[in-house]
C-alpha cells in the first residue's frame, strides 16, 4: 500500500522551534513535499525534496531520507500565524501525488 | 493571474442528485488533480489527470467522474449524490515540478 504517517498534533511556543516528521509507505517514490493549510484556506505550497538531505527556505526547512522512509519539517522562530495544518505529500510515480492525514500546529504565545 | 479557479463555492444537493463540479486552471499545467478534504482530516485523491484525454483513478474514485478535454479544464462529476460525499473538493495543477497549487475549494453538502 502508499500511506504518509504524520503526528496529528503538535504544540509549541512562539519563537521556538519545531519538527514534525512523516515517515511513509510506498512502492516507487519521487519525492517528499510540505503543504501548509489555514482553517478556511486552501494548501500552499512549502517545501520539496527530491533526494536525501536539507532544504532550507526562509524559516522553513525540510529533510529527507529515503532509505529510512523518512522526512521531516521545521519551522524555527515560531509565529502565531503559523498555527496551521501541515501536510506531506509524496509523488508515487506518474505524477500520483498522495497526502498524509496532517500535523496540526498550535503556536502559544 | 487566476491560477486555479474552482467554481461553485459552495453547493447543497438533495440525496441522488448528480452535478458537476468545475476547475480551470490559466497556467498552462499538464497535471490536474481532484481531491476531497473531510473536516479535520487529510486530503484524499480523487482522480488526476497528466495531460488532455488522459486521467486516472486516485485513492477513492468511486462515485466520482472526470474528463480532460482540453488542458485548461478538468470538471468532476458526482453521479446519484450520497451524504458520504459531504466534503471539502480542492482541484490542483501542476507543471510536474511536485509542486501543486491549488483552487480556494468547493464546499459541497448532501441531505
Known amino acids: 500500500g502508499q500511506s504518509l504517517e504524520q503526528p496529528s498534533e503538535v504544540t509549541a511556543v512562539e519563537g521556538a522551534i519545531v519538527q514534525i516528521n512523516c515517515t511513509y509507505q510506498?512502492?516507487?517514490?519521487?519525492?517528499l513535499s510540505w503543504y501548509q493549510q489555514h482553517d478556511g484556506g486552501a494548501p500552499t505550497f512549502l517545501s520539496y525534496?527530491?533526494?536525501?538531505g536539507l532544504e532550507e527556505t526562509g524559516r522553513f526547512s525540510s529533510f529527507l531520507s529515503r532509505s529510512d522512509s523518512y522526512g521531516y519539517l521545521l519551522l524555527q522562530e515560531l509565529q502565531m500565524k503559523d498555527s496551521a495544518s501541515y501536510f506531506c505529500?509524496?509523488?508515487?510515480?506518474?505524477?500520483?501525488?498522495?497526502f498524509g492525514a496532517g500535523t496540526r500546529l498550535f503556536v502559544k504565545a | 493571474n487566476a491560477g486555479v479557479t474552482q467554481t461553485p463555492k459552495f453547493r447543497i444537493l438533495k440525496i441522488g442528485q448528480s452535478m458537476t463540479l468545475q476547475c480551470t486552471q490559466d497556467m498552462n499545467h499538464n497535471y490536474m488533480y481532484w481531491y476531497r478534504q473531510d473536516p479535520g482530516m487529510g486530503l484524499k485523491l480523487i482522480y488526476y489527470s497528466v495531460g488532455a484525454g488522459i486521467t486516472d483513478k486516485g485513492e477513492v474514485p468511486n462515485g466520482y467522474n472526470v474528463s480532460r478535454s482540453t488542458t485548461e479544464d478538468f470538471p468532476l462529476r458526482l453521479e446519484l449524490a450520497a451524504p458520504s460525499q459531504t466534503s471539502v473538493y480542492f482541484c490542483?495543477?501542476?507543471?510536474?515540478?511536485?509542486?501543486?497549487?491549488f483552487g480556494a475549494g468547493s464546499r459541497l453538502t448532501v441531505l
Open positions: 490542483a495543477s501542476s507543471s510536474g515540478a511536485n509542486v501543486l497549487t
Open positions: 525534496n527530491a533526494l536525501d
Open positions: 510506498t512502492s516507487g517514490f519521487y519525492g
Open positions: 505529500a509524496g509523488n508515487t510515480g506518474g505524477f500520483k501525488t498522495i
